[in-house]
């Protein structure tokens, strides 16, 4: 099987490197030999072993017809998405790390891949080398999906994880996760919460089989988590995380990205520095856990590998996905019931009190002035109609037993 990559960023020159550093176990697992006879990209790269495959025009890629695998590591929706249909439509199989692309097209994609008996693949899409959308297609199809939650982006894990141990600010934080690579130089999508979206999107597709759109799904960041937010969380013997969440209720699916304050009872209460987890809950099987690396050059560019494997053994077959074009319509999110974790000035405690059900009340020592509080379970609407009436210095949705 002759393969094909584009792109060689860090991702690609790492698909490159596996499939070159371990023939021998590539060839017994996927029952053939698999080598690369094409990277494309722009750039050229004098004295680097991939000199001797490197090409600048696509149209020698899709117009081969040795070439059985193509796998898209470029990023971005364009002009990834615009091979990667021509690829399919030519008869050949893709594999991908683009969650943009992903979340995107990936129903058109697999679509086209079903008429054309070949594959579109994107285990690497989500939790980099965690693998995730294999089970929620191959091994879980016997159990409703009830929930998903995830640590879902290495980046914000990393500095919420840094705050509470070293005490620290989110700006401080921020610059010390640039500095060691973990953060790009214009880390929004990361802190803000998309990146995390798109991936929950990504998720809940494959779930309930229909497509959601990332636009659609409630996003915050944590731009907003401070220090103070960690004091409180650390005298209640809690931490926070961001979380992409899809949850199945009364019919309804629900989908959201936020931080979440969770105590030692959460199966994601220890998942720190830039590692992920997806925690998938079922009606029969209960809850199971998948926890790894979610970034990094080599453990994607393995989750690559394997679907490249996995597209070389089902040659001429297309591999179903329960995943269609028909749009999934999320739940009205004023209707989902949380916990809230909130900080008000200390002059509004009797007001708060008054506009909620106060289930508990936070301390903590190097924080003066304020109210923390814990609320007793209550819809999201409920929730923002009496923060407006308090200067809310922060919130947190929260699981705390």
């Not at 000199?51 to 990834?80: N, R, Y």
């Not at 000035?345 to 007001?351: F, H, L, S, T, V």
Request: hydrophobic fraction near 40%; charge should be negative; aromatic fraction near 8%.
């Amino acid at each position: 099987m002759k393969v094909a990559i584009l792109g060689y960023g860090t991702v690609g020159s790492g698909v490159f490197e596996v499939i070159n550093s371990n023939p021998a176990g590539i060839a017994r697992r996927a029952g053939e030999e698999v080598t690369v006879k094409y990277v494309l990209d722009l750039r050229d790269f004098p004295g680097d072993p991939v000199e001797s495959v490197l090409v600048h025009d696509f149209a020698k890629i899709v117009d081969d017809p040795e070439v059985g695998v193509v796998v898209e590591v470029m990023g971005g929706v364009e002009p990834a998405y615009t091979f990667v249909k021509e690829a399919l439509l030519k008869g050949k199989s893709v594999c991908t790390s683009n969650k943009e692309l992903v979340a995107k097209h990936g129903a058109e994609l697999l679509e086209i891949a079903k008429q054309k008996k070949e594959n579109f693949l994107f285990e690497a899409s989500v939790g980099g080398g965690i693998p995730i959308i294999r089970p929620l297609n191959q091994s879980l199809t016997v159990d409703e999906i009830q929930e998903i939650t995830g640590i879902l982006n290495g980046t914000t894990n990393y500095i919420l994880t840094k705050m509470r141990e070293e005490g620290l600010d989110f700006d401080t934080v921020l610059a010390d996760a640039q500095a060691k690579g973990y953060a790009e130089r214009n880390p929004e999508a990361d802190v803000e919460g998309y990146d995390a979206g798109r991936k929950i999107a990504i998720l809940t597709s494959l779930a309930y089989g229909m497509q959601v759109d990332y636009e659609d799904i409630y996003t915050e960041g944590i731009t907003k988590i401070t220090k103070d937010d960690i004091a409180y969380a650390l005298t209640a013997g809690a931490d926070i995380k961001l979380f992409g969440t899809s949850r199945a209720v009364d019919g309804q699916v629900y989908a959201m990205v936020a931080p979440r304050m969770i105590d030692k009872s959460h199966p994601l209460y220890a998942v720190n520095d830039v590692f992920n987890a997806v925690l998938v809950r079922g009606n029969f099987l209960g809850d199971v856990m998948f926890y790894g690396k979610g970034a990094g050059k080599l453990p994607t560019a393995s989750a690559v590998v394997s679907d490249v494997v996995d597209a070389v053994k089902h040659q001429g077959k297309h591999v179903m996905t329960l995943w269609n074009s028909r749009k999934l319509k999320l739940a009205d999110m004023n209707t989902l019931v949380n916990k809230f974790f909130v900080r008000v000035p200390e002059n509004e405690k009797e007001k708060a009190n008054c506009l909620f059900s106060v289930e508990r009340e936070f301390t903590a020592e190097d924080v003066k002035g304020q109210y923390a509080f814990l609320t007793a379970p209550m819809a999201e609407g409920d929730f923002h109609a009496a923060a407006e009436q308090l200067t809310v210095l922060n919130y947190i949705r929260a699981e705390l037993a």
